[in-house]
């Protein structure tokens, strides 16, 4: 069943941004792992998940509606500089994705194409939802500090806080 073109022009470029994404977040989550902030590393690999079902379920409508992916194709991958940095980088790529998938949606719903629309708008909520969990971190960060914050994402800082007396 071909798709209308605004639908397909909309899946590959969603297709593009969640690949995009999950490279980043791999990235992310390694330079975590490697600065030793193992549970912010954790995480991470839970939203990478996430960012994976998201690229499979817009490649699949793609494919079902006749569509011809590009899976190479990404945007820039910035290099993570801090936790700071990190959490920058994704609430710019999240805000994005929900203006995006925002219209994307309308647009297939114009189109007459329901099963995009509704697609848009369950990855539009989780989008939501992991916009909140950035917010809520910079709020942390905030109130007690970049240091302490970063420090609670360490599991070994905080097993030897633990064992003090």
Request: glycine letters at 4%; charged letters at 35%; a negative charge.
């Amino acid at each position: 069943m071909k798709g209308p073109e605004v639908s397909l022009k909309h899946l590959q470029r969603a297709l593009t941004m969640e690949l995009t994404t999950v490279n980043t977040y791999l990235y992310q989550e390694r330079q975590l792992d490697d600065w030793g902030i193992d549970r912010l590393a954790a995480r991470m690999t839970e939203e990478i998940g996430e960012e994976r079902e998201h690229a499979t379920a817009f490649l699949t409508r793609l494919l079902f509606l006749e569509g011809e992916a590009d899976v190479q194709t990404l945007d820039k991958i910035e290099p993570p500089k801090s936790v700071r940095h990190i959490f920058e980088t994704q609430q710019k790529m999240e805000l994005e994705a929900r203006e995006y998938y925002d219209k994307a949606a309308r647009e297939c719903q114009e189109a007459g194409d329901l099963g995009t629309f509704e697609l848009f708008m369950r990855i539009l909520k989780d989008e939501e939802e992991h916009i909140d969990f950035v917010e809520e971190q910079f709020d942390l960060m905030e109130m007690i500090g970049d240091q302490l914050y970063i420090a609670r994402q360490v599991s070994s800082v905080d097993e030897g806080a633990e064992s003090v007396p």
